[in-house]
């Protein structure tokens, strides 16, 4: 990133600076691709995986006009949600979902209390491969793609999908199954690279139709002179990102996160571990301990040294109930109480240890007080 504060031309222009400046762009652009998988002309830089989130729902009239998000989506998906899927609570008129397999379709309320599937279709829908607050892997952490309504009388209906990958690129492989997703949103922090940063993966055949106009950078896909300092520095982390992937050095992190969950449960037999019987991300820890507030939890780890946060970190400073929880049938008072720890790379046995000391000594004042 450095390095790119000095190369000083446009990747527009067609001098020789401005080539210098295109040519580390697309340099960067095969580095992202390589790490997701996908043809380096599929990536679109943006400013955020939340501006990428809005230039795939903004293509929702391509594929039907209709955009849905499961619950657990994270709001820069959720917030443009038009229909509620609901898993298997399904409400009259409403999304019904199989949130493991995919397989969507609208329910209609019969006379006699039955559920007829006979109504959609849903378009484009949401779903992540792994959740940003509890660190649970969808479909195994494979990208998902898309697919097909499940109509009890209408046969089966075409559905796209736009695949959240942030939390899961740069952790463990990208991996997809027999159909890809129409569109994937990923961000550079979540790797290690700079904020403000983030891409679009368009697996469709047609060029997305662009909300920002001007100068049709991006091949005419999302105009704005390009943030090269930033896309170096995404280009780079995607890169190291991939190499400590394959070198399997998240093994280590996932056995550290294990030490940390049965040092916190020796502490308290009260607190749960959501999703800790799924398939999850290696370093998040999603702990739940009822009647202790999260953000209290949050307040008081910060003054112990560390930095932990109360649902995702986009919205920890938001005093509320997680959504997540709610939707995993988990109450206000039991949502309110959770906190996410997230391990990293530079995570050692001794941090471990010395955070769980902290927790166990903060939870013994906060039953003393509460008692």
Not at 18 to 28: C, D, N, Q, T, W
Not at 71 to 80: A, F, M, N, R, S
Request: glycine letters at 12%.
């Amino acid at each position: 990133m450095v390095a790119a504060m000095d190369i000083v031309g446009n990747p527009s222009s067609v001098h020789a600076e401005g080539r210098a400046a295109k040519m580390l762009v697309e340099r960067s652009r095969a580095q992202v691709a390589e790490l997701v998988g996908c043809k380096p002309q599929q990536v679109i830089f943006t400013s955020s995986a939340t501006e990428a989130a809005a230039l795939a729902v903004a293509q929702k009239a391509r594929h039907g006009g209709v955009f849905a998000a499961l619950p657990t989506e994270h709001d820069c998906l959720g917030v443009w949600s038009e229909i509620e899927l609901a898993g298997f609570h399904g409400l009259d008129g409403k999304l019904f979902a199989d949130g493991a397999s995919g397989f969507l379709s609208v329910v209609t309320r019969l006379s006699d209390g039955e559920w007829q599937a006979d109504r959609g279709p849903v378009a484009l829908i949401a779903q992540s491969a792994a959740n940003s607050e509890t660190g649970v892997l969808g479909l195994s952490g494979r990208v998902i793609g898309s697919g097909h309504v499940n109509e009890s009388r209408a046969g089966t209906v075409p559905y796209s999908t736009i695949c959240d990958i942030t939390q899961l690129a740069g952790k463990m492989p990208v991996t997809y199954g027999d159909v890809t997703p129409s569109y994937a949103i990923l961000s550079a922090h979540k790797m290690g690279g700079p904020k403000g940063i983030g891409a679009l993966i368009n697996f469709t055949a047609h060029d997305p139709e662009p909300m920002l106009r001007g100068g049709g950078q991006e091949m005419n896909r999302r105009s704005g002179t390009e943030n090269i300092v930033g896309i170096a520095g995404f280009g780079a982390a995607a890169q190291a990102a991939g190499t400590n992937v394959s070198a399997g050095k998240w093994d280590e992190v996932a056995y550290f996160r294990s030490i940390l969950e049965k040092a916190i449960a020796s502490a308290s037999d009260q607190t749960i571990f959501v999703g800790n019987e799924a398939e999850r991300l290696p370093n998040t820890s999603c702990i739940l301990t009822p009647g202790w507030k999260g953000e209290t939890q949050v307040m008081q780890m910060d003054l112990a040294g560390f930095a932990i946060s109360a649902g995702s970190a986009c919205s920890s400073g938001k005093v509320k109930a997680s959504k997540v929880l709610l939707a995993m049938g988990y109450d206000e008072a039991q949502a309110a109480s959770a906190i996410r720890v997230s391990l990293g790379l530079g995570t050692t046995i001794d941090d471990v240890r010395r955070f769980a000391t902290a927790w166990a000594a903060k939870f013994e004042k906060h039953q003393m007080r509460a008692a």
